[in-house]
């Protein structure tokens, strides 16, 4: 199975509102990672956090990581409708092959 | 804007056809990989390599194989497409962390592959 999950699987809110979502994983990681893709597309890198890290900004982009409950959570503040796509979170696993895995997404629906 | 290239963007093709998926990163990254996405899923892994003449199966069955004879270029091949291939494939690379972590993984636009 994946090594991340992600929830929800769907967020839909208005513009300006903050979206939270959330990602949980199995093992332990050297580095989580969040990526976005819009429809049909390639996915573009957003921010990466390592193991030894609790909080990362960027820009609007605020990532957490929890090591301890194997979980990271991205907010998104200030949503714009350009935000609107699907977000993935994907780890690599401590010590063992350099396979990026990605979790299931969730797609965010910023409404203007 | 990441400098790394799918070929074709789509493509339509009959049941036993052969077909090649070509991808080409101009970065020098040393890994590179092959997720299967379904429209609106989850990526499945199911082909990676660390560098010239490495490949590894990733996590999902796949009947495609794949290629690492330089450093640019990673295709992918099925020797006989199906019905049940049809998919969007997304190439994607990385440069290799000097103590192994993953770094940014920057990926093409996919090939929509359409088996009738």
């Known amino acids: 199975s994946q090594q991340g999950e992600e929830d929800p699987q769907a967020l839909s809110i208005q513009e300006g509102e903050n979206a939270t979502m959330n990602c949980s994983y199995k093992?332990?990681?050297?580095?989580l990672q969040w990526y976005r893709q819009n429809s049909g597309r390639g996915l573009v890198h957003l921010i990466l956090i390592r193991s030894n890290e609790r909080e990362k900004h960027s820009g609007r982009l605020r990532v957490t990581l929890d090591t301890s409950k194997k979980s990271s959570s991205l907010l998104i503040t200030a949503s714009r409708a350009a935000d609107t796509a699907s977000y993935f979170c994907a780890t690599d696993a401590w010590g063992g092959s350099e396979k990026l895995v990605f979790g299931k997404g969730t797609k965010l629906t910023v409404n203007p | 804007e990441a400098d790394i290239y799918q070929t074709p963007r789509y493509l339509v093709i009959g049941t036993g056809k052969k077909i090649t998926l070509e991808c080409s990163q101009t970065m020098g990254h040393d890994k590179m990989y092959w997720y299967q996405q379904d429209p609106g899923m989850e990526l499945h892994l199911i082909h990676y390599?660390?560098?010239?003449?490495?490949?590894e199966k990733g996590d999902l069955s796949s009947e495609s194989t794949v290629s690492r004879i330089r450093t640019e270029h990673f295709p992918l091949t099925l020797e006989s497409a199906r019905p049940s291939h049809t998919s969007q494939y997304l190439c994607a690379s990385s440069e290799l962390g000097w103590n192994g972590p993953n770094t940014e993984a920057f990926f093409g636009q996919g090939t929509r592959l359409t088996v009738v």
């Open positions: 390599s660390y560098g010239v003449n490495s490949t």
């Open positions: 093992t332990s990681i050297n580095n």
